[in-house]
């Protein structure tokens, strides 16, 4: 069932409602994989993902004035150590490297199975294409059904890394 929802560019005003998205998911991670401590937190995106000036490009999904998603991407180097090392683009000013990485998608649970987390994913195919990027990809673990689905629908190709899929949309 599709709900009314608006997708929109993460503004810093978000920060609060985002963060409260965040500890959704960090409670529903910790309750799903209790001996593993989660890396990303809270702490992450304060710093990191959600602050203005660095390379990463969040969108939120609204309904009803409330923020119920979001998603994070970025444009990728190719090379995942590199990657990681530098929240601002190790690049050239101006070259927009190939490749556009999906790190992150939340939809807040009461919100789920109603196309929004597809919307979030069709919005940042739009935005990366308009980016100049050429794919756009995803690592998505074996367990992880629903996000598989998603990626799936919006028809991204399907490699097998042995515990893990690449998923891959050339734009
Ligand atoms: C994964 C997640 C973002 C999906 O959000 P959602 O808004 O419920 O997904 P949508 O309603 O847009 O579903 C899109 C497609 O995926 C399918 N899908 C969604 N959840 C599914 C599930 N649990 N099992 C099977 N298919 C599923 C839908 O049927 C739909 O397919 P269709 O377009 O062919 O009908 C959400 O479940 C979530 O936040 N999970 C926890 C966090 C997480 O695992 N994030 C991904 C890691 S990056």
């Given at each position: 069932m599709a709900v009314n929802a608006k997708i929109r560019e993460y503004k810093p005003e978000d920060l609060e409602q985002v963060l409260e998205l965040v500890k959704e998911l960090e409670t529903e991670m910790a309750r799903k994989f209790p001996n593993i401590k989660i890396k990303a937190g809270k702490w992450d995106y304060k710093?990191?993902?959600?602050?203005?000036?660095?390379?990463y490009k969040t969108f939120v999904a609204e309904v009803g004035g409330k923020m119920v998603g979001y998603l994070i991407g970025y444009p990728s180097v190719s090379a995942p150590e590199v990657d990681l090392m530098?929240?601002?683009?190790?690049?050239?000013?101006?070259h927009v490297p190939p490749e556009f990485y999906l790190q992150i998608t939340f939809v807040s649970k009461p919100f789920r199975n109603q196309g929004i987390s597809k919307m979030l994913h069709k919005r940042i195919v739009e935005y990366a294409r308009d980016q100049g990027h050429k794919e756009l990809y995803a690592c998505i673990a074996k367990w992880n059904e629903a996000e598989i689905s998603v990626v799936k629908s919006l028809k991204f190709e399907i490699k097998d890394l042995g515990y893990r899929y690449r998923l891959s949309l050339k734009l």
């Open positions: 710093t990191r993902y959600l602050q203005p000036g660095n390379k530098y929240d601002d683009l190790p690049v050239t000013p101006g």
